[in-house]
């Protein structure tokens, strides 16, 4: 998960601290994605996409007539999560 650093000014009775803080901040979207979004997160083109979905990498549903991929499966298939994890 990505880190953040934050800056946090206090005060105190006429005088100032600044203190950082750093924290781990998840990022990450979920619920679905629009093959669209997908495509471009993942830099591939549409038939890969397409290719991707039938063979099961990534997994998707469809909402009326549009495919949607599921955000978690887009991340455990760049291995930024483990396919475990929620």
Do not use: C
């Not at 880190?3 to 924290?23: D, H, P, R, W, Y």
């Not at 290719?51 to 991340?75: A, C, F, M, Q």
């Amino acid at each position: 998960m990505p880190n953040k650093t934050v800056l946090f000014i206090s005060l105190q009775a006429g005088s100032a601290q600044l203190s950082e803080i750093n924290m781990t901040v998840d990022t990450r979207k979920t619920g679905l994605a629009g093959k669209k979004e997908a495509e471009e997160y993942l830099r591939v083109s549409r038939p890969t996409l397409n290719r991707l979905i039938k063979n099961g990498d990534l997994e998707s549903r469809n909402v009326g007539t549009e495919t949607r991929v599921t955000w978690h499966s887009v991340y455990v298939y760049l291995g930024e999560i483990e396919s475990s994890e929620q």
